[in-house]
C-alpha cells in the first residue's frame, strides 16, 4: 500500500513516520508513505495557497489550483482521495479495515479555515476523527494513517488485533500483566490457572460487560448470539445486585 499525505507542514510528521510501529513497517516496505508539500504546487506569487472568503468571513480558505494541481499529478485510477474535515464521516475501525484493501490512499490535509468547496469534486470520500476542530488535518491524517498501517498483514501479530475494542464490535476485554499481586490488587485468578477454555469465557464475558458499561450503543447495533444473549443477562443481573 501507499499513502501519500497532502500538507502544508511536512515537518509535523517527522516524528510519526519515524518512529515505532509505522516507522518500523516504512523501513520493511509494509507501507510507502509519502509527505507531499502544498505550497510546491502553487501557481501564485510569494507561493500563496489560500485566499480570502467570497462574501465576507474570517480565516483564509484553500484554493482550488494547487490543490488541483497536487492531487491530479499524483493520483491513478488506483487511487482513493480522502478530505480530512470535521464535516466527513465519523472514523471507525471498520473503515480503517475496509480501506487497507485500497492501494492507493492520498489524504489530504485542510488548514485555516478550510476548503473552497469545489475541492471537494475530487475528493472520493470524506473523513472527520471526532465532533471537534482542530487546526489542521494532520493529526487526523496520522489517527488515519495508524489505524490502517496497524492493521497490514505483517505489521504486528496478527493476534494483537483481534481482540481490540471494535475489531469485533465490543471493547476489549480487561489485561494485566506480572506481578499477580501489585500492593494487594490481584489479577483475576482465572487468567493464571492455564485453562484456556476458561480464559476465553473470561475474555468474552468481561469485554461484554465493559461493552454495556461503557458503550451501550455498540450492543443495540449488534445482532447477539444466542450464547452472548445469556452472559449479557447474566452480567445485567451482577451489575444491578
Ligand atoms: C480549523 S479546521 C476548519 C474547520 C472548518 N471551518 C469547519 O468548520 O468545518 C482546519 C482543517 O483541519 C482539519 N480538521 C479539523 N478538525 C478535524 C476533524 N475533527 N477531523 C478531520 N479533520 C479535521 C481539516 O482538514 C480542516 O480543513
Redesign the pocket.
Known sequence: MKIDIITLFPNMFTGFLNESIIGRAIKENKVEINTINLRDFTKEKHGHVDDTPFGGGA?MILMCQPVFDCINSIRTSDSMVI??????CQFKQSIAKELTLKNHLILL???????DERIRSIVDLE???????????EI?AMAITDSIVRLLDGVIEDDSHEYDSYSNWMLEHPQYTKPRNYNGLEVPEVLCNGNHKEIEKYKLKESLRRTYLRRPDLLENHKLSDEEKLILDGIIKEEKC
Open positions: 480565516g478530505m480530512m474535515t470535521p464535516q466527513g490535509c485542510g488548514h485555516y479555515e478550510g476548503f473523513l472527520s476523527i471526532g465532533d471537534y476542530v482542530l487546526t489542521g488535518g487526523p
